[in-house]
């Protein structure tokens, strides 16, 4: 494997403004997704792409060398992360170096730690398209979750006669942690096309997506408290 790291933080940010710099039990958020992906790989090959000169410096703080600024029209709310990869990868191949694994780690996920990033990378082979990290979600489609039909009544999102939750079939839920992909493929299409995806299952405590303010205080409460959530 020669991978390239990516990990992307916008400057701008509605649910948690500058969240990725934003301070969180003492450091900013960014830096657990640095920590945790500096114990799996070199600096040369971790790449944090920012359109903000705040979050560059801060960043460099760490030792971490931030290579380029984004141009704006990559970090826009509508531009999404698929724009931003292609981005980095085509910078590091002008550079000389030419990445056949992309590994995407965003920084909104404090408790994704170096040994889900091993793990999830050994699952990782020519035979799949990506390797993605998931949660077994409590919103099964099979029972709770419902759609409104044509006449306007809820109706179950997925076909089921299950009378517990236990007896569904089980569903993932994408916690947005790790995407690990053959950059050959990624080139040719966006994240959401790919076929063959294997799962990385993470628990609850490690999927924690921050996303909002009350992510943000829970986030806070678990680093906080004197309970065990591993």
């Known amino acids: 494997m020669k991978p390239l790291v990516i990990i992307p933080a916008r400057g701008g940010s509605k649910g948690v403004p500058g969240k990725n710099i934003k301070k969180l039990n003492g450091q900013p958020l960014?830096?657990?997704?640095?920590?945790a992906a500096r114990s799996v790989f070199s600096d040369s090959q971790i790449c944090v792409s920012t359109d903000s000169v705040e979050i560059k410096n801060t960043v460099e703080e760490t030792g971490l060398k931030v290579p380029f600024i984004r141009p704006i029209e990559l970090a826009t709310d509508s531009a999404g992360t698929y724009g931003a990869l292609l981005h980095a990868i085509e910078f590091y191949e002008k550079s000389g170096?030419?990445?056949?694994?992309?590994?995407?780690?965003?920084?909104?996920?404090?408790?994704r730690t170096s040994s889900h990033i091993e793990e999830a990378c050994q699952l990782f082979d020519s035979e799949c398209d990506m390797v993605v990290s998931v949660k077994e979600t409590k919103a099964n489609p099979y029972y709770v979750l419902k759609e409104e039909n044509e006449e306007g009544w809820l109706e179950k999102s997925k076909p089921g006669s299950f009378t517990r939750r236990q007896d569904c079939p089980k569903v993932y839920e994408v916690n947005g942690a790790i995407y690990i992909m053959h950059n050959h493929i990624l080139k040719e299409k966006p994240i959401g096309q790919f076929?063959?995806?294997?799962?990385?299952?993470?628990d609850e405590y490690a999927s924690l997506d921050i996303d909002t303010k009350l992510d943000w205080?829970?986030?806070?409460?678990?680093?906080?408290?004197?309970?065990?959530?591993?």
């Open 30 to 35: 960014i830096n657990y997704t640095i920590e």
């Open 97 to 111: 170096f030419h990445p056949d694994t992309i590994i995407l780690l965003q920084p909104t996920s404090p408790f």
């Open 195 to 202: 076929q063959k995806v294997r799962k990385y299952l993470m």
């Open 217 to 230: 205080q829970m986030a806070e409460y678990v680093l906080n408290s004197d309970e065990n959530y591993c």
